[in-house]
């Protein structure tokens, strides 16, 4: 094992980790291009992203990832290292609505995101042909009362089928089950349309249109057991005026849900968001 590397760590707050760290990482002659921490004095969690990579060429990474435990330990420190080569493999849920499915096709597509789209489901046919023109997997999972259960038990086999790390609800428009959200919990994105707390429910658009607002936007969350109250990751709003109509303002939301949702996905593919509590930890991207 070989190359730059991306080290994700959080622990009790306390001094000298950073000095523990970093100083293994340079008894191990790995050169650290870049590191990013924060102390929430709130929570007393401290939270830490590193990218680093041997100095000496043919190093074996392994063995230096396998004594790091015994740095981290003593910290009481939840530790991860990820290759920064290796693409993550992404679960992209949707229903009808295709713009947040279609922004991210084509930034995959780019090269803008680090991921691999491993499949992607629906629990309607409408996007069959968008995705398979990509030469992707897609999964038709319809859902019904009755059938909810099942649906959701067959997805959980395909992200452990395909080795997902990532669900990304692309305007899925089915609401998780509580136990569908704690087992992805972390691990799941949503795009809300609406600068949360806002109007929810049907045509928030038109809720938003009746009550004269000069602000629109769109939230990404991480979807957990209570409906749209997870820990926020990105969001973003624009400007609306008086002549602005309802379906004005459906363009600008889908242009900012694209946006957001993207951003979101990006930063949480890159491993730079931590959940702390009810909130998150972002080290943004220059």
Not at 196 to 217: C, D, E, N, S, T
Request: proline fraction near 5%.
């Amino acid at each position: 094992m070989t190359g730059t590397q991306i080290l994700t760590a959080t622990c009790p707050a306390r001094a000298g980790i950073v000095a523990a760290v970093t100083g293994y990482l340079a008894d191990q002659r790995c050169y650290i291009s870049a590191l990013e921490q924060f102390d929430d004095e709130s929570t007393r969690r401290f939270f830490m992203r590193a990218v680093f990579r041997p100095q000496d060429e043919g190093a074996d990474i392994g063995s230096t990832l396998a004594r790091l435990e015994a740095v981290m330990e003593p910290l009481e420190m939840t530790w991860q290292v990820h290759r920064l080569d290796v693409p993550m493999p992404v679960v992209i849920m949707v229903s009808k609505f295709d713009h947040c499915l279609a922004d991210l096709l084509y930034r995959v597509r780019n090269g803008e995101l680090p991921m691999r789209i491993a499949a992607v489901v629906s629990n309607h046919r409408d996007c069959r042909a968008v995705v398979e023109r990509e030469g992707l997997l897609y999964v038709h999972l319809p859902v019904s009362p009755d059938t909810k259960p099942n649906a959701e038990a067959r997805l959980l086999e395909i992200v452990s089928e395909t080795g997902a790390e990532l669900v990304v609800l692309a305007r899925y428009m089915q609401i998780l089950s509580a136990h569908l959200a704690d087992t992805l919990r972390g691990r799941c994105i949503n795009i809300h349309h609406s600068f949360l707390p806002g109007f929810k429910g049907a045509r928030p658009y038109h809720q938003a249109y009746k009550r004269g607002v000069k602000l629109i936007g769109a939230t990404a969350h991480y979807v957990t057991s209570d409906l749209d109250e997870g820990p926020i990751i990105e969001q973003q709003v624009v400007r609306v005026r008086h002549h602005d109509l309802p379906d004005d303002m459906v363009r600008l939301g889908r242009d900012i849900e694209c946006q957001v949702l993207s951003r979101a996905v990006k930063l949480h593919v890159e491993h730079r968001v931590f959940v702390d509590g009810n909130k998150t930890v972002v080290f943004e991207s220059s």
